[in-house]
Each structure stands twice: as structure tokens, then as C-alpha cells.
């Protein structure tokens, strides 16, 4: 089972620099949530996703994007690089909302703005 | 405010000796549910245990188990019998019945040390 799947596993951009990260999950979860995880510090939602063409902020968008197309991929877009967007990028997909529903992750994007 | 805290950076345990992961949490949800999640140096995150704030019993799996004091707002996990591979950071977080978004709210995690 691939369960939720994530690429690049590391990358260094230059600043100014764009990319897109892939995650697909293979779970028809129709909930899907992009979290940044820096240095010492938890995880915190950057976009989200509630179904096939639904996206919304989460506490940190500034610098990124979303699209939602598909109920397997989602997407997640740094426009214009900068050193700040250094950290751990991880992709999640729930089959529900409600409090119980695990949440299950990727392995995760290293990416370094340099 | 923080709505996860974890106020140890770091912990040592001896092997085979049972260590208690502090975590408490602001809500004023009275639905919510609260994970444990375990980071590796690989930096997978590995889903331990989950406790529903209704739930009357605190949650066990394996050696894990939640110490689920609601008055208190605290949900600290247990590990048992300690093992060189739990070495790794272990994230508290929860998930409000309310929040729009049905993402998890994690805290800064604790770095948990196995000594052999």
C-alpha cells in the first residue's frame, strides 16, 4: 500500500526560484492538508483541502498555492523562494473531518532556499 | 496563546524503564480529540495512540498508553518497558470538532532519549 506519496524527498532551490511539490495519496480520501515543519517547532498548516476542486488557507499561505484537481493529487506550489520557505514540507490525507479521523503523512520534502 | 504545550524539550530514559510525555491543551471545544504522533531521524511521522475528549477511558496501545486528565486539560503519554528505537521526537496535537479546517494543531514536541 503507497498510502500517501511525496516528491522531491530533498531539494535546493535558489532564491527566486519556483517548484511544485507532488503529493498523491491512493486512499480516495477526499480531505488532503499541506503542513511546513521548521527547525524545533511542530507542524503548521499551510493550505488544505476538503474535496476535488476545494482549497482554502491554513495559518501560513503567504508564498505558496494550491490546486486541487483530482481527489488523488494535491499540488503544492512556492512561487519566488525565499530563505524563510527552508524547511520540512509534509502532505496529509484524511478520510474525514470529525475529531477521531487520523490523519496519515507523507514522508515528508526537505527543501533548502540558499 | 498555545493551544498545545509541551513544556519538555527533551527527556532521557534508561532501557526497559517506563518514561510520561507531558502535553496540555487549550480548547474551549467540548469536542476534540487529541493524537500522539512519533518522529523519527528518518522524519516519518508514526500515528501512536488517539484520545476523544468524550471518551470515558484512557486510550492504550501496546506499550503506549494516554494519561487523559480533562479537568486538568492534559494528555500525557505513557511509554512502557522503553526500547532503543523509541528514541525520537514525539509531537502532542489536536483536532477541534469546530475548526473549519479539520487540521491538527501540533505542539513543539520532545526529544526523547533511550540510554542502553
Known amino acids: 500500500n503507497a498510502g500517501v506519496t511525496q516528491t522531491p524527498k530533498f531539494r535546493i532551490l535558489k532564491i527566486g526560484q519556483s517548484m511544485t511539490l507532488q503529493c498523491t495519496q491512493d486512499?480516495?480520501?477526499?480531505?488532503m492538508y499541506w503542513y511546513r515543519q521548521d527547525p524545533g517547532m511542530g507542524l503548521k498548516l499551510i493550505y488544505y483541502s476538503v474535496g476535488a476542486g476545494i482549497t482554502d488557507k491554513g495559518e501560513v499561505p503567504n508564498g505558496y498555492n494550491v490546486s486541487r484537481s483530482t481527489t488523488e493529487d494535491f499540488p503544492l506550489r512556492l512561487e519566488l523562494a525565499a530563505p524563510s520557505q527552508t524547511s520540512v514540507y509534509f502532505c496529509a490525507s484524511s478520510s474525514g473531518q470529525g475529531v477521531s479521523y487520523e490523519q496519515y503523512f507523507g514522508p515528508g520534502t526537505r527543501l533548502t532556499v540558499t | 496563546a498555545q493551544k498545545i504545550t509541551q513544556t519538555q524539550p527533551g527527556m532521557f530514559v534508561q532501557e526497559k524503564e517506563a518514561v510520561t510525555l507531558d502535553c496540555t491543551y487549550d480548547t474551549s471545544d467540548p469536542s476534540y480529540g487529541l493524537f500522539w504522533y512519533k518522529q523519527p531521524s528518518s522524519g516519518e511521522m508514526i500515528f501512536l495512540i488517539y484520545?476523544?475528549?468524550?471518551?470515558?477511558q484512557n486510550a492504550t496501545e501496546g506499550r503506549y498508553s494516554l494519561n487523559f486528565q480533562k479537568a486538568r486539560k492534559s494528555a500525557n503519554l505513557v511509554i512502557s518497558a522503553s526500547q532503543l528505537g523509541d528514541s525520537a521526537m514525539y509531537f502532542c496535537?489536536?483536532?477541534?470538532?469546530?475548526?473549519?479546517?479539520?487540521?491538527?494543531?501540533f505542539g513543539k514536541g520532545t526529544k526523547l532519549s533511550v540510554k542502553p
Open positions: 484520545q476523544g475528549s468524550y471518551d470515558q
Open positions: 496535537a489536536m483536532r477541534e470538532a469546530g475548526g473549519s479546517q479539520g487540521n491538527l494543531i
Open positions: 486512499m480516495n480520501h477526499n480531505y
